[in-house]
């Protein structure tokens, strides 16, 4: 297992667990991940996702937080309906510049 100052890296989330929750207020109680092989599992009063903007909507969406008309044609439980989800572009995406180049890094053409 790799650990950096006590915190698991290159974790992948498999779901959110929620218990007790209401259907207008869902409780995130703690999260399940699979690292290196090994199947892990946190509870806490506390839960923050930092899956990045691509990721951590879609950890929502699976567990059934996003706009509810998309989820149940996904096949999707729908236990908050939060029409937001996934509905922002990140605000510092930076420029993506594709050039061919030799072996030693040097740009090829004009």
């Not at 909507?57 to 996003?66: K, M, Q, S, T």
Request: net charge negative.
């Amino acid at each position: 297992m790799k650990y950096h100052d006590g915190n698991v890296i290159d974790a992948t989330v498999e779901r959110l667990t929620i218990d007790g929750c209401r259907i207008d207020d869902p409780r995130i109680t703690g999260v399940e991940a699979v690292a290196h092989g090994d199947r892990l599992a946190w509870r806490a009063r506390e839960t923050i996702l930092s899956a990045g903007a691509v990721h951590s909507p879609a950890v929502l969406l699976r567990v059934g937080i996003g706009p509810g008309n998309e989820l149940g044609p996904l096949g999707l439980p729908m236990l908050a309906d939060r029409p937001t989800t996934c509905r922002t572009t990140p605000v510092s995406t930076p420029p993506f510049i594709c050039a061919p180049a030799d072996a030693s890094g040097v740009p090829i053409g004009p």
